[in-house]
């Protein structure tokens, strides 16, 4: 069974940055795709930010240009760095990972993703 678990999640002022990491147990970021999503309470769901097992990236429009991701297989560990941060940004961040469903291009179809983790909070002020 694997098992994911974020890190990162702060308050922070608009403009600046973080670092979130999401520690995965087992062999899933090397096997297949994995991908950031948010949340807020007045909002939807939303995919960020994923890569697929061929390596392809793809990132919300929202956040072109001002996040990337990126993953280290050796440590399995997935990351998310977020620059210019504004209060839009403001939600719980999970990581997925796909087991049943081979992506092989990354995805921000939540409905790919079968493993969550618990989620770790972004608050930006002004």
């Known amino acids: 069974q694997v098992r994911l678990q974020e890190y990162g999640g702060a308050s922070i002022q608009a403009g600046g940055s973080l670092n979130l990491s999401c520690e995965a147990s087992?062999?899933?970021?090397?096997?297949?795709?994995m991908g950031w999503f948010r949340q807020s309470p007045d909002k939807e769901r939303e995919g960020v930010a994923a890569?697929?097992?061929?390596?392809?990236?793809k990132l919300a429009a929202s956040v072109k240009g001002r996040f990337s991701v990126s993953k280290d297989s050796s440590k399995s560990t997935l990351y998310l760095r977020m620059n210019s941060l504004n209060e839009d940004d403001t939600a719980m961040y999970y990581c997925?990972?796909?087991?049943?469903?081979?992506?092989?291009?990354?995805?921000?179809?939540?409905?790919?993703?079968?493993?969550w983790g618990q989620g770790t909070q972004v608050t930006v002020s002004s």
């Open positions: 087992g062999d899933a970021l090397r096997s297949n795709c």
């Open positions: 890569i697929g097992s061929y390596g392809t990236k």
């Open positions: 997925a990972a796909a087991q049943e469903v081979y992506c092989g291009f990354a995805t921000l179809s939540a409905e790919t993703f079968d493993t």
